[in-house]
């Protein structure tokens, strides 16, 4: 799986958006697969790739708020080391 680029310091939505590259995908699909791989990640993160706004998608939040939103929870869950941005 390609989550575990955004360990290497990839952005989350960088991954998610290479990702949807070919897939048919919903936020919600997306969602439960990023949950199935960070299984200690605050289920927070499931509402924030719900409403992001995705490429041609409906408004929602932006790349940048879903990327500090998940980085953040990703280091408090352990995923990450302090100093990811």
């Known amino acids: 799986m390609m989550f575990d680029a955004i360990q290497r310091g990839r952005k989350p939505t960088e991954v998610f958006k290479e990702l949807l590259l070919g897939q048919v995908l919903n936020n919600s699909e997306l969602a439960s697969r990023f949950d199935d791989y960070f299984e200690n990640v605050n289920s927070e993160a499931i509402e924030v790739i719900w409403h992001w706004q995705r490429p041609g998608g ?6 940048e708020e879903v990327d500090a939103t998940l980085l953040k929870l990703l280091r408090e869950a352990g995923y990450l080391g302090g100093d990811s941005e």
């Open 58 to 63: 409906r408004p929602g939040l932006t790349d």
